[in-house]
């Protein structure tokens, strides 16, 4: 499939980057497509961790505030997530994790206890970024109350909830967040085994 990048431009250079492209792709068909104009927003990459105890059957969650749910969902803006971060330069997305998981939840872990679950697209339709999304049994018996980087601003709390909790609110539709939704849903299955 052929893509002809015709104009692109740089509309906006912070910590998220928009672009703006005008294009022609080759359509099923085999023809080229009118010009079409684009926008993408680059985020970078990131890596998300599902922490789960098989022996106390509980999985370890944050919550945190976050402004761009707050603009659409106000009441839902303390987001209940898995464990997650940008993957910086240089870095491979497990060992963003091991830095993620020691400062949001205080736990060290090495990289090759880490399962890789795949890598998906949250919003292929506007942003570039991958979640790279994995998963790791560990013991969640002393896990601390409140985590973050405290030079990033971060204010977590840390809550271990026992599965048949967690699969509730799974069944349910509680959770927001489209990389933990993927994940329990793996821990679901793996659990029914």
């Known amino acids: 499939m052929k893509i002809q990048i015709k104009k692109q431009s740089r509309e906006y250079d ?4 928009l672009e703006k492209v005008t294009l022609q792709f080759e359509k099923f068909t085999g023809s080229m497509s009118a010009e079409v104009s684009r926008e993408v927003v680059h ?3 990131s890596a998300a961790v599902l922490l789960y105890d098989p022996q106390h059957r509980t999985v370890l969650f944050t919550k945190q505030f976050r402004y761009p ?3 659409a969902d106000p009441k839902n803006a303390w987001l209940l997530e898995i464990v997650a971060g940008s993957v910086e330069a240089g870095e491979q997305p497990s060992e963003t994790l091991v830095r993620e998981i020691a400062e949001e939840s205080g736990l060290t872990i090495d990289n090759n206890d880490i399962q890789s679950l795949g890598h998906f697209f949250p919003s292929p339709g506007g942003l570039s970024e991958r979640i790279f999304l994995y998963a790791a049994a560990v013991d969640l018996s002393a896990v601390q109350v409140y985590g973050g980087a405290v030079n990033e601003e ?3 709390k840390l809550l271990a909830m026992d599965y048949d909790e967690v699969f509730a609110k799974l069944q349910w539709g509680d959770f927001q967040d489209a990389k933990s939704i993927i994940a329990l849903q793996w821990l679901l299955l793996q659990s029914e085994k």
């Open 154 to 156: 971060e204010d977590i």
């Open 14 to 17: 912070g910590f998220l980057k």
């Open 69 to 71: 749910v707050y603009t």
């Open 43 to 45: 985020r970078g990459d």
